[in-house]
């Protein structure tokens, strides 16, 4: 009797920590739309025509065609920032399905071959095809990525234990590697290739279509229902797969499940601005010492924050080398980088 | 208990220290006649034919002079340069993945690749550097970056995770420098920046041979040092400390000798991808009992990247490809390989 105490103690402890955890999720997530908000809001009235909050809000409310700056915004940055917050959010919620799935934090993008097939396929576009515009390469790197993450899956999943992080991992470290060679000897062979490949390849928000982004919207909403029924068996499977299997959880299901949205969400956005790498790699590590262990918090917040980093990337981009502009796939590596570092740094190293 | 269970991995039963230590004779011997083979074969490959008797006739002085000139001037410095930069690359790569128990943790993947890269890429589009300017501004690109991981990681338990992660947001960092060069560069200065940034051994000459062979000779005699420390830091921290291996003394040691293996490496041959992900795991497997040989490993790593640039010179008549493109068409395929057929454990 006296030795139940203490445990009914921890308990109702662990309750009223679940209750105050929940809370802090919940005022964290508000906190992470209201940066959305900003970000959104930065994208859409900065840039080499600087625009006060008035006619911002007029553009959008009551366009007139005869104002310049109406038009910018409403034809070039408008565009710009949905399609930045669709392909921030599907990078994000990507990047934290990879680790969890891989149980690696290393794991992004890059890692199951997803980049290098989008990128390999693209290239093909230009030397074979000749195509030079992004708006052109969508169809190209989707099916890329496609087909890059289904092989490395089948590789990394053959054999008798399955599809452990592990195998997976370097399955798309080996497919990368080998594919960038393929993509060298096109570059080093071809001149014009080398000029319509390089602009693509360090991944941007400028000069995308919004038709695009209609003809791969099913596909992103698709991979983020699927991120959202995976989000209860990824938390087991961190626990490990002979736990995970005797909790009842069918692992090769939801290791597909996950796969699928990680192809569905990474090929639309690598489609969309060409392959951006740091997104999905940062943001989990930002979320995680914030929300625990949770896949379901994390993805709603790396929802959120994915977009915002993503939108401020391209927002410095357009300041720090106006009047000209540095893409964003490089300014957020660039930015991405020392937050991670520091996240690294000062979090006790949450291993996965 | 800990320490007993680590002493009895480090001392098996001696039938089965015999068993392996046979294995092991056998696959170096072979690795080392692969080598061997090889060499010839790239003395006598190419254009210019040269026979075996010729080869002989100049290793008695008799030979001709185009002969000598272009075994001696041409071919030779290739295939030395070639053999010590797969060594030092697979030996980097040994220490790498062993010190920080990360099969991904090979020095393309954390950054110190990436970091010669970036430095070699200014030093061709900002400066027009080459020859020995652009291997140095290489080689310090390589160890600046890794020592800037290594001070930002800091020291202390989960150091050697940290590192990796660090590294990891490093190589991002720098291939975002690196491509913002390449998107702003001459068109054609790019493509030869490519060219570099794959890896290959065009344009040896003895002088790097003997720079790199100097390198060489101090950093692997270092290596040989770490080995036993290393031995004992793969059974983890813990067990490593019960041995009298202080891990956070030891970790900083080995991963500056792999630095600068892979520094000297990537600056005069190019980060050549896969030879220092991918040959410590491959004669993990050949010797089949998952330990780590630094010799057979060199051994591995020499042949693969003189392997490659046979087939880079002369797979396709008219084009000469840098070997890097080789090395990695031919070691994805094959680690792709291995992890569809290999039933049991990952490596």
Redo the contacts between chains.
């Keep these: 009797m006296a030795a139940a105490l203490p445990a009914v103690a921890a308990v109702h402890g662990r309750v009223r920590s679940r209750t105050d955890s929940s809370v802090r999720r919940t005022v964290g997530l508000a906190a992470c739309g209201a940066v959305l908000l900003a970000a959104v809001w930065l994208s859409l009235a900065v840039g080499s025509r600087s625009l006060d909050p008035a006619t911002v809000i007029g553009a959008l409310t009551d366009p007139s065609s005869a104002s310049v700056d109406h038009l910018v915004v409403r034809e070039l940055r408008v565009p710009r920032t949905v399609i930045g917050i669709a392909v921030g959010a599907a990078l994000a919620v990507a990047g934290t399905l990879m680790q969890g799935l891989t149980r690696?934090?290393?794991a992004d993008p890059g890692l199951l071959g997803v980049n290098a097939g989008a990128s390999l396929f693209v290239v093909l576009a230009i030397t074979l095809f000749g195509l030079t515009s992004p708006a052109a390469f969508v169809w190209f790197a989707f099916a890329g990525a496609a087909a890059a993450t289904v092989l490395v899956y089948?590789?990394?999943s053959?054999?008798?234990?399955g599809a452990?992080p592990?195998?997976l991992?370097?399955?798309g470290?080996?497919?990368t590697?080998?594919?960038?060679?393929?993509i060298?000897?096109l570059?080093?062979?071809r001149?014009d290739t080398?000029?319509a490949y390089?602009?693509w390849?360090?991944g941007s928000l400028a000069a995308r279509e919004l038709g695009d982004l209609a003809t791969l919207l099913p596909f992103l909403l698709a991979g983020i229902v699927l991120a959202a029924i995976c989000a209860r068996p990824l938390d087991l499977l961190a626990m490990g797969d002979d736990l995970a299997r005797g909790l009842g959880q069918n692992l090769a299901l939801a290791r597909i499940t996950a796969t699928l949205a990680i192809v569905l969400l990474c090929g639309a956005a690598t489609a969309l601005a060409g392959p951006i790498?740091?997104i999905g790699?940062?943001i989990p590590?930002i979320v995680r010492p914030f929300v625990g262990a949770s896949h379901g918090w994390m993805l709603a917040w790396a929802c959120l924050l994915g977009p915002a980093l993503l939108l401020l990337a391209d927002v410095i981009g357009r300041i720090v080398a106006a009047p000209g502009e540095?893409?964003a796939?490089?300014v957020?590596?660039?930015i991405?980088?020392?937050v991670?570092?520091a996240v690294?740094?000062t979090s006790?190293?949450v291993?996965l | 208990m800990t320490a007993s269970v680590a002493r009895a991995a480090l001392a098996p039963a001696d039938g089965e220290r015999r068993h392996r230590s046979r294995r092991h004779s056998t696959v170096t011997a072979v690795l080392a006649l692969l080598l061997i083979a090889l060499t010839v074969g790239g003395l006598l490959a190419g254009p210019f034919g040269v026979g075996i008797e010729e080869l002989l006739r100049l290793v008695t002085g008799a030979a001709s002079g185009a002969t000598e000139f272009v075994v001696v001037t041409l071919r030779m410095p290739r295939l030395a340069l070639g053999a010590l930069v797969g060594a030092a690359l697979a030996l980097a790569g040994a220490l790498f993945q062993t010190v920080l128990r990360n099969?991904?943790a090979s020095p393309d993947?954390i950054g110190v690749s990436q970091g010669a890269v970036a430095a070699a890429a200014a030093g061709m589009l900002l400066f027009g550097l080459s020859g020995a300017p652009l291997a140095l501004m290489a080689f310090a690109g390589a160890v600046t970056v890794a020592a800037a991981i290594s001070l930002?990681?800091?020291r202390g338990?989960?150091a050697g995770?940290?590192f990796?992660?660090?590294g990891?947001?490093?190589a991002?960092?720098l291939?975002?420098?690196t491509?913002?060069l390449?998107?702003r560069g001459e068109?054609?200065e790019?493509?030869q920046a490519?060219?570099w940034m794959?890896g290959g051994l065009s344009g040896a000459a003895w002088p790097d041979v003997a720079v790199l062979a100097g390198a060489f000779t101090v950093l692997v005699t270092a290596a040989a040092l770490t080995a036993r420390p290393l031995r004992i830091l793969q059974l983890g921290d813990d067990a490593a400390a019960g041995l009298g291996v202080r891990a956070d003394r030891a970790r900083p040691m080995v991963l500056a000798v792999g630095v600068a293996l892979a520094a000297v490496a990537v600056a005069f041959a190019g980060p050549m991808?896969?030879v220092a992900?991918i040959s410590a795991p491959i004669v993990r497997r050949l010797l089949g009992d998952g330990s780590l040989a630094l010799v057979p490993t060199a051994l591995f790593g020499a042949a693969l990247v003189l392997a490659a640039d046979l087939v880079a010179q002369y797979a396709i008549p008219g084009?000469q490809?840098?070997a890097?493109?080789?090395?990695?068409?031919i070691?994805?395929?094959y680690?792709?390989w291995l992890?569809?057929?290999?039933?049991?454990?990952?490596?």
């Design positions: 690696n934090p290393l089948a590789v990394g053959a054999g008798r234990e452990t592990m195998r991992a370097l399955a470290t080996a497919l590697a080998g594919i960038t060679s393929i060298s000897v570059l080093i062979t001149l080398v000029n390089r602009l390849s360090v790498v740091f790699l940062v590590h540095l893409e796939g490089l957020a590596a660039a991405g980088a020392p991670m570092i690294v740094r006790k190293a291993r | 099969p991904l993947i930002i990681a800091g338990r989960a995770y940290r990796v992660l660090t990891v947001g490093a991002f960092f291939q975002a420098c491509g913002f390449l998107t068109v054609r790019v493509q490519l060219v794959v991808v896969f992900f084009a490809l840098p890097g493109i080789v090395t990695g068409l070691g994805a395929p680690l792709l992890l569809a057929t290999r039933r049991g454990g990952s490596s």
